[in-house]
């Protein structure tokens, strides 16, 4: 069982402009991280592995790595990834260039009381592609999280029974069940009593399965008591047709099973689009929407190709 516990990883990047170049120094393959004084300078490193080691009480690893600016240059991603299994607690990213927390587990995790802080991020735009949690794994419970991002406040790719439950997302582009590619295959999924500050996420909650998949399947995902609200687009979306919202939805995988039960869940959105969006062309089953509250932004746009019918809901 790993664990760790109690330290903040920072990456700070200055601007690629600010940066001062190094003339003459090739840049080493891969440095390894393996000591808090190892992480100090990573600056000539074009790939950086950090492997498991116990970081001693109250000590704190500032990664430096390299300058990036996506939108210009290839930045380092995911900035951590977790292999193994176990429990993951207390700890803080910070500024991650890209991605921040790929999951890649293999047998029963949690990861709990975790900040990913890319605030910074929000200043002229400088944060892209900054998912927090980048789910491909079964039997992964998150738990207890903040993530203030530009992106994807979790997107799960793979897996099967995970749950997000209590987890606050500011910023980004919320809590998302793709995309999906062909091939791969996302059930029973739980999110519940997620929180996003109010007008803070610029979609509320997305299922998104890529309009070229094949034999891709979504199915038995369950919301429950999840509070979230878009500042810009869906409140809630639905798609087979990613990586456009609504275009023309891929025919050769299913959605199914989509259902907000148990405590309400409150979603809102204040931009000029549907509250909710459903672009199938293939979704199957009753979906119970019973306990889904949506309210703002336009009227619900909700095209079910496939044969799916949804009972209940307020929108
Ligand atoms: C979703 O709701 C449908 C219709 O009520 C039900 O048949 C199905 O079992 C539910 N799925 C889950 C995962 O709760």
Redesign the pocket.
Same mark, same amino acid.
């Given at each position: 069982m790993q664990s760790l516990v109690s330290f903040v990883l920072a990456a700070l990047f200055s601007s690629a402009l600010a940066s001062p170049t190094k003339t003459g120094t090739a840049k080493r393959a891969t440095c390894t991280v393996d000591s808090v004084d190892s992480a100090a300078d990573l600056s000539d490193c074009t790939d950086v592995e950090i492997i498991a080691w116990e970081v001693p009480a109250g000590e704190v690893i500032k990664i430096e790595a390299a300058s990036g600016a996506n939108r210009g240059a290839a930045k380092p991603h995911p900035f951590v990834k977790f292999e193994g299994y176990g429990s993951f607690t207390n700890f803080i990213i910070k500024d991650s260039p890209a991605q921040a927390i790929s999951i890649g587990t293999t047998s029963t995790s949690t990861f709990t009381d975790i900040l990913v802080d890319n605030l910074d991020g929000t200043t002229d735009g400088l944060g892209a592609n900054t998912d927090g949690f980048d789910l491909s794994a079964s039997d992964v419970t998150i738990s207890g999280c903040t993530v203030y991002n530009q992106d994807d406040c979790l997107a799960i790719n793979s897996g099967t029974n995970n749950v997000f439950e209590n987890n606050y997302c500011s910023g980004g582009h919320g809590i998302s069940i793709g995309s999906i590619a062909s091939d791969k295959t996302v059930t %029973?999924v739980t999110s519940l009593a997620t929180l996003s500050s109010k007008a803070s996420c610029r979609y509320g909650m997305r299922i998104k399965v890529d309009s070229d998949a094949t034999d891709a399947i979504v199915s =038995?995902i /369950?919301y429950s008591g999840n509070s979230i609200s878009a500042n810009e687009k869906y409140g809630l979306l639905i798609t087979q047709s990613y990586s456009e919202d609504f275009g023309t939805p891929s025919t050769d995988s299913v959605i199914e %099973?989509i *259902?907000f /039960?148990g405590s309400t869940t409150i979603i809102t959105t204040t931009g000029d689009y549907p509250v909710i969006g459903v672009d199938c062309g293939k979704c199957e =089953? /009753?979906? *119970?929407w019973e306990s889904l509250v949506a309210s703002g932004g336009e009227a619900a746009d909700i095209i079910l190709a496939g044969g799916a019918s949804i009972?209940g809901g307020s929108y």
């Open positions: %029973d =038995g /369950t %099973d *259902n /039960t =089953g /009753t979906w *119970n009972l």
